[in-house]
């Protein structure tokens, strides 16, 4: 491990000594300028507060996901796929990558399945945040 370390910090050096294309200028230079201008990263407790986990559950053959021995309802195109899950107030919130395409409040039903007025109200919650 202390190799490789000492790799990158080699490596981090001698491109520091670098021409910046964008510059024209030694790399370490403008990295001297621009110092001044940077400020802190927060607190790593204040970035936990925002950090979103994701989890992923496989979609069954009968086309729903289980979220805390619950079943929630997904469109049947993702059967056998993996989805990846928020929760956010209340809600799981189901995406295939990034695209959201499916949400559910969060209940203590075993069969959670969602009627057309239902996802629109979901949705329009959604982009209203």
């Not at 919130?93 to 979901?122: A, F, G, V």
């Amino acid at each position: 491990m202390n190799d490789l370390v000492e790799f990158v910090n080699k490596f981090n050096e001698e491109c520091g000594k670098e021409k910046s294309q964008a510059y024209n200028k030694i790399v370490n230079d403008v990295f001297e300028e621009e110092k001044k201008y940077l400020i802190p990263l927060p607190n790593k407790n204040i970035l936990e507060k925002y950090k979103q986990t994701v989890e992923y559950r496989k979609v069954s053959q009968d086309s729903m996901i289980v979220y805390r021995g619950n079943r929630y309802s997904v469109p049947n195109r993702f059967i056998e796929s993996y989805l990846g899950i928020r929760i956010i107030d209340n809600q799981v919130y189901m995406y295939d990558n990034t695209e959201l395409i499916r949400c559910h409040k969060i209940t203590n039903n075993s069969l959670n399945i969602l009627t057309t007025p239902q996802l629109w109200s979901c949705f329009s919650t959604y982009f209203l945040l």
